[in-house]
Nanobody, 119 residues
Framework: QVQLVESGGGLVQAGGSLRLSCAAS????????MGWFRQAPGKEREFVAA????????NYADSVKGRFTISRDNAKNTVYLQMNNLKPEDTAVYYC????????????WGQGTQVTVSS
């Protein structure tokens, strides 16, 4: 069982940067793989980035590769998404999610934080 709370969203101009944070509850944070997803109005929720339990393995959607960096600090029960060179098409509500080690499904989701990139 884990509760997730995202923060750090806001309004930026194209080319700018934001750092999103996702704070998780409990002392079992290291047992979960973590992911970031986003959803724009009228569109499907899409995968953005993921990081395994230890932080030793990461994956990114092609659309953000080279611009976004996912990281985690298990001692702080927090996962981050550093977003650089933001584009208007990055505008969306960003969600963090958690899946338990050995499972395929992200079972826990945060409430989301809005990221808006002006053109």
């Amino acid at each position: 069982q884990v509760q997730l709370v995202e923060s750090g969203g806001g309004l930026v101009q194209a080319g700018g940067s934001l750092r999103l944070s996702c704070a998780a509850s409990g002392r079992t944070f290291s047992r979960y793989g973590m992911g970031w997803f986003r959803q724009a109005p009228g569109k499907e929720r899409e995968f953005v980035a993921a990081i395994n339990w230890s932080g030793g393995s990461t994956n990114y959607a092609d659309s953000v590769k080279g611009r976004f960096t996912i990281s985690r600090d298990n001692a702080k029960n927090t996962v981050y998404l550093q977003m650089n060179n933001l584009k208007p098409e990055d505008t969306a509500v960003y969600y963090c999610a958690a899946k338990y080690i050995g499972l395929n499904v992200y079972s826990y989701w945060g409430q989301g934080t809005q990221v808006t990139v002006s053109s």
